[in-house]
């Protein structure tokens, strides 16, 4: 019997989508931009004391290799032959800082993800050296000085850590975000791994000029970190190097973007003031600025948005980012029990359609935007005898729907020019009650892709047009047409407003709980710091759960 005849299907890109909660890789056709395949793999977060956040750079690899070769299966398959894939890009979480050492290739710390605290007081620290006339650090990055930004965990490491200490003596150590750490891995690692990095993740170090796009001795010097360490940084399109092992052996690598610039460009956000949410692990919503930075005066962030190629321009985004939106319902399943899956939440809410009264605030790492308060706490209020864990599941989605109003309206603010709808997308975006909460909270039309998968398909993007592939055009009139779910709000305007308010005075009872930081050295007497009502809300939750747990 004859083998089956591969599928023709003209070029095809992979895309590495490396994100806090998995990894996946994911396989699109470079003419219509249909997805043919992928693979997912979820990552284990480790919380080895009170406000830290660790993963494993190793497990994050292995979980890169694994996707790409049972995606590779699968199109085999499907009868589609993998030497179509002409390229392939790579999205991350951004951040996460990453320290190994380049002659074994060995991480010589876990990766400490974005979400993690322990530098607040390194933060309080520096923030003393900061003249208040003169704020470099945020005129040069766009970015307030946070536990949220790469530079202040490298130096937490430089401190702390004393396997990277001695090899940054001895010329051994080797500093990157996710995406430095899998392209050296990728291309070669120890045997040639190309260390680099691209503006957007650039971007997000505190360390990169975003007006010289270039790292900045003076940042450097006010965060004592060695120049040497960090990566060369490229542009967002062009070839970095080939995949030197597995399935994929001598395919380019040549597209790279922080996650929510390729979620912009996936989005097709290329015109100055378009706009995208994603809701992931956090919620960030980009708005595209054009060649200029635009500075916030409402508590958002100016980044780098993407340069798709050496020679093309740069692109700026403003920035709003929550920390907190689908790691609130992976707490309510890991830490509360209350679900067994992420996807239950959507049933549970549905049970009651209203928290009740009941509101949740998911501070768990502080508030990001527009507060930037390292003081919150997560708090749910609001609570009766009545309250079960369907109102509580309910008011955990609407809280994701209240941050991003939030941010939603500081971008207003900024930009002059109110957002007629928003461009939606992420995994949490397949919540149909979410996506309808979250336009009756906005009062205005949520618009989500038929194909949710932007942040993965905007990297493809970036590795399909690169120069030297050339398989994808970025062309507005070669972009194919994308099929839109469209979402209006329900309920009147009155009720939105009050809700939000109520809101708001929640967000505020939230401030403050943690009066004396000292994550840094794990101390357990940061609990005594707590007021009364933090234990009488933790109780309360305690409580719930016992009693509602089983229905």
Known sequence: ?????????????????????????????????????????????????????????????????????????????????????KAIGVSNQRETTVVWDKLTGEPLYNAVVW??????????????????????????????????????KLRWLLDNVKKVQKAVEENRALFGTIDSWLIWSLTGGVNGGVHCT???????????????LEWDKELCEFFGIPMEILPNVRSSSEIYGLMKAGALEGVPISGCLGDQ???????????????????GTGCFLLCNTGHKCVFSEHGLLTTVAYKLGRDKPV??????????AGAVIRWLRDNLGIIKSSEEIEKLAKEVGTSYGCYFVPAF?????????????????????????????????????????????????DCGIPLSHLQVDGGMTSNKILMQLQADILYIPVVKPSMPETTALGAAMAAGAAEGVGVWSLEPEDLSAVTME??????????????????????????????????????????????LGFFIVSSMVMLIGARYISG
């Open 365 to 413: 790492s502080g508030l990001y935007a527009p507060y930037w308060e390292p003081s919150a706490r997560g708090i749910i209020c609001g609570l009766t005898q009545f309250t079960n864990k369907c109102h509580i599941a309910f008011a955990a989605l609407e809280a994701v729907c209240f941050q991003t109003r939030e941010i939603l309206d500081a971008m207003n603010r």
């Open 486 to 531: 469209r979402f209006e709000p329900q309920i009147n305007e009155e009720e939105s407003e009050i809700r939000y308010s109520t809101w708001k005075k929640a967000v505020m009872k939230s401030i403050g709980w943690v009066t004396t930081q000292s994550p840094e050295s794990g101390d357990p007497s940061i609990f005594c710091s707590l007021p």
């Open 115 to 152: 979400l993690d605290l322990r530098t607040q007081s390194t933060v309080e620290n520096l923030s003393k050296r900061i003249p208040g006339n003169n704020n470099f650090v945020k005129s040069k990055t766009g970015l307030p000085l946070s536990t949220y930004f790469s530079a202040v």
């Open 315 to 324: 692109y700026y985004a403003l920035e709003g980012s929550v920390a907190i």
């Open 198 to 212: 691209d503006v957007t993740n650039a971007s997000r170090t505190m360390l990169f000029n975003i007006h010289s």
């Open 1 to 85: 019997m004859a083998a089956a005849k591969k599928a023709v299907l003209g070029p095809l890109v992979g895309a590495v989508d490396q994100g806090t909660s998995s990894t996946r890789f994911l396989v699109f056709n470079s003419k219509t931009a249909e997805l043919l395949s992928h693979h997912q793999v979820e990552i284990k977060q480790e919380f080895p004391r009170e406000g830290w956040v660790e993963q494993d750079p190793k497990e994050i690899l292995q979980s890169v290799y694994e996707c790409i070769e049972k995606t590779c299966e699968k199109l085999g398959q499907l009868n589609i032959d993998i030497s179509n894939i």
């Open 261 to 279: 610039s390729a979620a912009l460009v996936g989005q097709m956000c290329f015109q100055d003031g378009q706009a995208k949410n994603t809701y």
